[in-house]
């Protein structure tokens, strides 16, 4: 079962506005979040994390919020930029010693000029 | 460049050959991963160690997989009598303690024929 999952496959998004991606998880027990930036042919690339003791964490344009009760989370880049373009993974880890990650399935943002 | 380096960044290779990938992780980090990803998915969990021992390994990893980390340094990644199912991007983490962001290689993209 996924338990990360992503449902839009794709976003695209006018340079200088905000994008805004989404993530539902359903495992309760995750209790720490990342997102993640992948260009073809390379690594995911860190970008920002959230704790589940916080609703909210900002680093320059990237922000995180959760809701813990509805079990979501998401990612606001404003403004946006072409260089954002890529695509982003949402990943949850837990309380379980071995803080494997699990991926959701990637939104694919396309900023636009 | 002092972050995580694998090798090679590809590999084609006949189906029923074997394969060994490697993987250089960020030096003061104890906990190394190991995840795959195939098209259109998000990366996912194979094994995992912390030093030199494995702790935990996915019911992904079929018997035909192996992996270590002699000394809790590089660790290596070996596929038995490769299959075309094998194929995908072979995906290396490191991270250095708990709700601490994991830091990936680029990647061994595996192409089996």
């Known amino acids: 079962d996924q338990q990360v999952k992503q449902n839009s496959p794709s976003l695209s998004v006018q340079e200088g506005r905000i994008s805004i991606l989404n993530c539902d998880y359903t495992n309760s027990m995750f209790d720490y979040f990342l997102w993640y930036k992948k260009y073809p042919a390379e690594g995911p690339t860190f970008l920002i994390s959230i704790s589940s003791i916080k609703d909210k964490n900002e680093d320059g344009r990237f922000t995180v919020f959760l809701n813990k009760s509805a079990k979501h989370l998401s990612l606001h880049i404003v403004p946006s930029q072409p260089g954002d373009s890529a695509v982003y993974f949402c990943?949850?880890?837990?309380?379980?010693?071995?803080?494997?990650?699990?991926f959701g399935t990637g939104t694919r943002l396309t900023i636009i000029p | 460049d002092t972050g995580v380096s694998q090798d090679p960044r590809h590999k084609i290779t006949k189906r029923g050959q074997n394969v060994t990938f490697r993987c250089d992780p960020i030096?003061?980090?104890?906990?190394l991963y190991w995840y795959r990803q195939t098209l259109g998915q998000g990366p996912e969990f194979l094994t995992y160690?912390?030093?030199?021992?494995?702790?935990?390994k996915s019911r992904l990893l079929s018997d035909r997989f192996s992996a270590e980390r002699p000394k809790g340094s590089f660790s290596t990644l070996e596929i038995q009598r490769t299959e075309q199912g094998d194929s995908a991007m072979y995906l290396c983490?490191?991270?250095?303690?708990?709700?601490?962001?994991?830091?990936f290689g680029q990647g061994t993209r595996l192409t089996v024929v």
């Open positions: 990943a949850a880890s837990g309380p379980f010693g071995n803080e494997k990650l699990t």
């Open positions: 983490a490191s991270k250095l303690g708990a709700k601490t962001e994991a830091f």
């Open positions: 160690f912390q030093n030199e021992a494995q702790l935990e």
């Open positions: 030096s003061e980090h104890n906990r």
